[in-house]
Structure formats: C-alpha cells, structure tokens
C-alpha cells in the first residue's frame, strides 16, 4: 500500500503558475507509475499527465499538452506538476495516483491522495 500526500494548490490568476507536489510513503521501493488526475464541479475525474518510474515515459491529457509538465524524485519519492499558463478551466481538485505493473500510464492506478484545490481567476 502506497500513502499520498498533495500540497502546492492555491488561487492564481489566469496566465499563471503553480506547481503542486506529491508524496509517497508506504511501498514506496516499488517501481510504480505516477500520475495526476483533476475533477472539477459536476465533471467526472479525469486524467491530467502520467510517469514512468524512471522518468522516462511521460503522457498527457490533450488540454494540458505544451501548458503542464510533470516530473519525480524517486530518492525523495516525490512527483509534481509544473502548471504554466493557467486557464479558468483548469479549475479542479488535482489529486494525484500511484500504480504498478501498468500497461498504460492513462490508468491503472490504484492509490490515492486526498487531493488539493486549484483555482484559476479570470
């Protein structure tokens, strides 16, 4: 089992940045996947940006393809998600998920952090 903790969420106006932070405790040798996932009022959760254990696959949702860059610190057990050029729409709880032997970083995780709130300001 694999706790997640998530911080960095706040109020921004549009155009800008925020970078949320993520982290691990628990099984946290294994090689899991990472990955980030955002729910917004009366939308269903979908996936934002995934990552391989080494860093070395990255995918992402087409909204935040060229906006959103997420990356991990395996000796920190850390993932995060650099967030430029911030729109209303990307309003949402983020919450961020934790997942072994994936086919796909797009799903399959299976741990979940209680998430944190971003808000973006027109």
């Known amino acids: 089992q694999v706790q997640l903790v998530e911080s960095g969420g706040g109020l921004v106006q549009a155009g800008g940045s925020l970078r949320l932070s993520c982290a691990a405790s628990g099984r946290t040798f294994s090689r899991y996947g990472l990955g980030w996932f955002r729910q917004a009022p009366g939308q269903e959760r979908e996936f934002v940006a995934g990552?391989?254990?080494?860093?070395?696959?990255?995918v992402y949702a087409d909204s935040v393809k060229g906006r959103f860059t997420i990356s991990r610190d395996n000796a920190k057990n850390m993932v995060y998600l650099q967030m430029n050029s911030l729109k209303p729409e990307d309003t949402a709880v983020y919450y961020c998920?934790?997942?072994?032997?994936?086919?796909?970083?797009?799903?399959?995780?299976?741990?979940w952090g209680q998430g944190t709130q971003v808000t973006v300001s027109s």
């Open positions: 990552i391989s254990w080494s860093g070395g696959n990255t």
């Open positions: 998920g934790a997942g072994e032997r994936q086919v796909s970083l797009r799903y399959g995780y299976t741990s």
